[in-house]
Structure formats: C-alpha cells, structure tokens
C-alpha cells in the first residue's frame, strides 16, 4: 500500500511538467501559467500575441511580461508608457493597473511606485513628495523628462495597501511607473522598471 501512495505521489509530482504551455517566441511558459485552454490551468492565463507574452488587466489593458520567476511564483510586467507631452500613463482612461480580485494574481510588496503630476491633495497622504524622492531622479532620464517640474511622489507597495491596484485618475495624479526591488545607490537609468506580480500556488 506505501508503495502505490509513493508511486501516485510521484506521478502528480510529475504532472504539472506535463501540462506546461510551449514557448511563446523565446518565453518559456511554466506551470501553471496558461496561454490556451491546452496547456497550465486556465485561472493562471496569460495571452501570446505575436510571439510576445502578455498579462491582462481586469479593465482590458495588456502589459507586456518582461520576465517570469517560476520557482518565487512572479511574473514582471512592463509599466504603461508616458507620454511626453501629457504625463499621462497610456492607461489613465481606465484608471492604472487593476487586477482581477477573483484570480490568483496580486502586486508583490518589492515595487516601488512612483506618480507624477500629482494634484496637492497627495502631500496628505503619507507618500513621499520630497526633493529627495525617487521620482526626481526619474525625471532626470529620457523616460521621465515629460512629467519634470510637476509634483511627484514614491511610495513603497507594502502589505497595508491594496495589492490588486495602482491608480491614476485626472484630479489625483495622472501618471506612474514602477521599479522592483530599488537599490538608492543604483542611477536612474540602471534601474529594474516594472511591476512585479506574484501568483498564490495551485496546490
């Protein structure tokens, strides 16, 4: 008897590498993430749109995947662009970054997010709006050059905050980016940008 529950053990050790989507362009995609009703488990989805890997936000915006950890459960995906001539997030008509509070997916504690164009009401929040945030760094590299002089401010994604949203809004602050795991010492432009997400296991 041992031995048959040692057997069966093993074999649904073994399975979720059967189930396994294929690559999508260079991309491996593991267990239990699905990019079809094939392959993983269909509540973990991601999307392959022309060879590149792709999460879904509740409202319908796709972020491009930047990099999976299979073994941490995280996936990184890319911030939304900001356009230089607005300082708006390419996803500001929908509110930010909004995760689906039904699936298994939710934004890890190692993000640091910053938002620009902020109207004065943030200097309540206990966020930081100082001459030495983060964010005036990132206004100093091409990518941020857009949203120079408005008012920004970084905070820290701890475990306190929602971990299914990032939001902007006209009247709040209109736009946003994020970096992981941030070291001070590290210049702007060597920075790790995106949003990580991390995933609660099938089993």
């Not at 059967?18 to 993983?40: E, F, H, I, Q």
């Not at 030495?132 to 306190?160: A, P």
């Not at 946003?176 to 099938?202: C, F, H, M, R």
Request: contains cysteine; proline residues 7%.
């Amino acid at each position: 008897m041992f031995l048959q529950v040692a057997v069966l053990l093993t074999l649904l050790s073994h399975m979720p590498a059967l189930d396994a989507c294929p690559k999508c362009g260079n991309m491996v995609v593991p267990y239990p993430l699905s990019t079809s009703d094939d392959c993983g488990n269909p509540r973990y989805r991601i999307y392959c749109n022309n060879g590149a890997l792709e999460f879904l936000s509740a409202p319908g915006i796709y972020y491009r995947i930047l990099s999976i950890n299979p073994g941490a459960y995280k996936l990184v995906i890319r911030p939304p662009l900001i356009g230089k001539n607005t300082c708006y997030s390419s996803d500001l008509s929908v509110g930010g970054l909004k995760l689906d509070e039904n699936l298994p997916f939710n934004i890890s504690v190692r993000n640091t997010v910053m938002l620009f164009n902020c109207s004065d009401n943030i200097l309540l929040s206990p966020l930081n709006c100082s001459s030495t945030s983060y964010c005036r760094q990132y206004e100093e590299i091409e990518e941020g050059s857009g949203c120079k002089g408005t008012l920004c401010c970084h905070f820290l994604k701890d475990s306190s905050m929602t971990s299914h949203r990032i939001r902007v809004r006209v009247g709040g602050c209109t736009a946003y980016t994020s970096v992981v795991d941030v070291q001070p010492k590290d210049p702007a432009d060597a920075w790790n940008y995106g949003i990580e997400l991390q995933w609660t296991s099938p089993y």
